[in-house]
């Protein structure tokens, strides 16, 4: 829309001036006209042909459709943030979800914690859980291992309540910690009898040592169940030099295995299906384990583009660089030939997340990006379209465009719906108004270089606009409507309205011609000219409403009956300067009337037949 008001803003000006000067010089010299009074009237016919080139209520409606859009969705409890999110939303075909709180409810139970042998985990290991449980900013797997030891039959374990009461008062005094991180997967404490305790993922934790423990965890994983492995050593954990991230003690043992369970979202099935059949691709990125994430997937319905089986890769073994934050082109690109074809990414670091986001997008995806976790926020800013669930931290709901506020995945598709509604209408809305442009500015052009009298006076362009493109374009634009998006939104619309806009002017032009060499008095040319406008304008309203069911129909009859009635009554036709036509003229405005409806109806022919060849 920026882009057209752009064009038509270096158009007006020169044309309106050139139109004035013509009108001045219908009287003679500029002098004469002045002298005489007759500029005013030249100034009149100027501000008509200016006014008309203008699409007055294009950026109106457009705020508009948008604005009830935002409403709509807010009545869903959707809070739009940007207006701009409404066409984005048009225009998705990537989907990022994470895994959890998107796909399941985000809410994580404490299932089962296993020995280093599959057997009951001893109470060292309860209260090692318990402490760990406390290090660091509270996250949803530490709150579960500790709400779940609270809750269960381990509370008797010996030096456990001990632990618990500590943790619950917040005391850790004397105890070394790593808080977890999302980037390393783990966590660590070290207690006061010297054992360090490292808490996360089994195959960073498990790395290199204890394969029997890690081939259970990973079967356990494939199962749904998200796993992380607790492992201890004598050691304390290190730093490298010059860095500040702590490495992992090269002694460590495993000590258990911890088994959650996650709910996955009844409506998770029926949401991803819509989007399946609506051309979206969903991808599920999680730091989850790549099994783990790859199994919750299939139960709620995820499947490949093809339909075929789930493409599953883990972030690891993306390429380097990929997550550094300064992402060369070349890094993307190979970034974007890793994860094009797969539907789910386990162990992603919130940094591979955006860089994921930043890859799909440079291969021309419009990406949107659901999250609830401060590590979603990073991809949340980067993505075309950024969606946080309502019960998700606040850094996430800050950068996001969108806001589920009751953290239903089922808005989603609503969503979509909206968006698509909006962008659907406004191409409606704008192909009326851009037509209006291109046939005014033709008629100014013509009118200008001719040095004949302009046919209409402001009024009349007002009954032309206000029935053939205002009244209809509000009802239009808050249609309903289920029409697809699909690419070149600009194309189409100049596609139509150009040539369109070129054959009512065309059109109309001949009419006044044809009266005013005839020699009809003028109220007869002006009245004819008006009308078959009208008609030109009703016709491109109908392709524009299309398909034209039964209220669309109503509402274009609606229109053609108050021009009518504007005619046969009286004091109607007198306030507008108006006449009624004479035998010779009806005749004259039903042929070029009829001419018009078979050029605009051959122009969609002939766009619709090209559109088809390029499809």
């Known amino acids: 829309t920026n882009r057209v008001l752009h064009w038509i803003s270096w158009v007006i000006v020169p044309v309106a001036l050139v139109l004035v000067w013509s009108q001045l010089r219908l009287s003679g010299s500029v002098g004469e006209a002045w002298s005489s009074g007759a500029w005013r009237h030249a100034v009149v016919a100027g501000i008509a042909g200016v006014v008309s080139m ?8 457009t705020s508009v459709n948008f604005a009830t859009a935002s409403l709509a969705l807010a009545r869903r409890n959707v809070l739009v943030q940007e207006l701009p999110a ?39 290991v309860l209260s090692a859980l318990a402490l760990l449980s406390t290090v660091g900013e509270a996250n949803a797997t530490a709150d579960a291992i500790r709400e779940g030891i ?36 783990w966590s660590a404490v070290r207690d006061s009898f010297g054992t360090t305790w490292v808490l996360g993922a089994p195959e960073i934790v498990l790395a290199g040592h204890n394969a029997s423990v890690l081939d259970r965890a990973r079967q356990i994983a494939a199962q749904g169940m998200r796993v992380v492995a607790l492992a201890c050593s004598r050691s304390p954990w290190r730093l490298a030099e010059g860095q500040e991230e702590p490495r992992l003690p090269d002694d460590l043992e495993a000590a258990g295995i911890v088994i959650l369970t996650e709910e ?8 991803l299906a819509y989007f399946r059949q609506q051309g979206v691709d969903a991808k599920v990125i999680s730091g989850d384990s790549p099994e783990t994430v790859a199994a919750v997937a299939r139960q709620a ?51 591979q997340k955006r860089a994921l986001v930043r890859a799909l997008k440079s291969r021309g995806h419009v990406v949107a990006m659901t999250g609830d976790g401060v590590n979603d926020a990073l991809a949340l800013k980067d993505a075309d379209l950024g969606i946080a669930m309502g019960n998700g931290a606040p850094a996430t709901k800050a950068v996001a465009r969108l806001v589920l506020l009751k953290g239903e995945f089922s808005a989603l598709p609503g969503v979509v719906a909206q968006g698509r509604r ?28 001719m040095a004949v009298a302009y046919p209409f006076l402001p009024r009349q362009f007002t009954v032309v606009s206000s029935l053939t493109i205002g009244i209809p374009a509000f009802v239009l634009a808050l249609a309903p409507s289920n029409q697809r998006y699909r690419e070149g939104f600009l194309g189409r619309v100049l596609s139509l309205c150009v040539p369109a806009g070129l054959m009512a002017g065309t059109v109309t032009l001949s009419t006044y011609l044809w009266l005013t060499l005839t020699h009809a008095p003028r109220a007869q040319v002006t009245t004819a000219t008006t009308l078959v406008l009208i008609t030109c304008g009703l016709w491109l309203l109908t392709l524009t409403a299309r398909p034209l069911t039964s ?64 499809g």
């Open 54 to 61: 203008v699409p007055q209520g294009l950026v109106l409606l």
């Open 86 to 124: 409404v066409e984005v939303l048009a225009r998705v075909d990537t989907l990022c979800l994470d895994k959890t709180g998107t796909i399941t409810t985000g809410r994580i139970r404490l299932g089962e914690i296993q020995g280093p042998d599959g057997g009951a985990a001893p109470p060292e």
């Open 150 to 185: 609270a809750d269960s039959e381990w509370l008797g374990a010996p030096g456990l309540q001990e632990a618990l009461s500590s943790a619950g008062a917040g005391s850790r005094a004397g105890v070394e910690s790593v808080p977890f991180s999302s980037r390393r997967k």
């Open 264 to 271: 996955i979202r009844p409506d998770a099935a029926e949401t």
């Open 301 to 351: 319905g995820v499947t490949a583009p093809d339909g075929g089986e789930l493409v599953v890769l883990d972030a690891r073994t993306l390429p380097a660089g990929a997550g550094s934050g300064q992402e060369t082109e070349e890094d993307l690109e190979r970034l974007a030939d890793a994860v094009e074809r797969a539907s789910v990414l386990g162990r992603v670091t919130p940094e």
């Open 422 to 449: 909006v962008m659907a209408n406004t191409e409606r809305i704008a192909s009326l108004f851009l037509a209006k442009t291109i046939y005014a500015s033709l008629i100014a052009v013509v009118v200008s270089a």
């Open 551 to 614: 209220w669309r129909l109503g509402l274009v009859a609606l229109m053609g009956t108050i021009a009518v009635l504007g005619v046969v009554a009286p004091p109607v036709r007198a306030f507008f300067l108006l006449a009624w036509p004479t035998p010779g003229v009806w005749w004259v405005i039903a042929l070029m009337a009829g001419l018009a409806v078979g050029g605009i109806e051959l122009v969609h022919l002939v766009r619709r037949r090209i559109v088809r060849g390029r």
